[in-house]
């Protein structure tokens, strides 16, 4: 259709320009107007006859590098989201049977987060206290908290019965 249409529109085109040399009209101009539409039609169909050759190429010549670019991301922030997703676990309660919560103890006097079994601060040195436990249920309480979290009793103060 391209070859056809090429025809044309060259015979179109031909006839035009040697009626400048007569004062007659081009005998052949029509060719023009079959010519120009049959190879644009031409055209198109071969671009869309080639379209699923020239993705498959790209395609290959591009999913390497979008592999290799997700691995060195995945390699470089596979802690940020472990973390964030043990954040959003433990949040919504999804957390694996048996896997403890490793809660930070703070320091109360410069603040900083420790390991929840630390006894002395890795910040400033000074000792932090450990949990203060119930007498009446034994719940494990924050160490600065007046009042049980579990049942209400005060801390640090037995029960009296």
Known sequence: ?????????LIGLGSFFASFGSFGPPRYFWCAFIGLPLLGLGVGITRFAY???????MASEVAPVGKDTFNYMADGTHDG?????????EGLGLR?????????????????????????CKQCGDAIPGAAAC???GELNDPDANFCDEC???????EQS
């Open 1 to 9: 259709m391209i070859a056809v249409g090429g025809i044309f529109l």
């Open 51 to 57: 379209m699923g050759a020239i993705t498959r190429y």
């Open 81 to 89: 989201i472990r973390t964030v997703a043990r954040a959003v676990g």
């Open 96 to 120: 694996q049977a048996g896997e403890a919560v490793q809660a930070a103890a703070c320091c109360q006097k410069c603040g900083a987060d420790n390991d929840a079994d630390a006894k002395f």
């Open 135 to 137: 007498p009446r249920c």
């Open 152 to 158: 209400g009793a005060p801390l640090g103060v037995p």
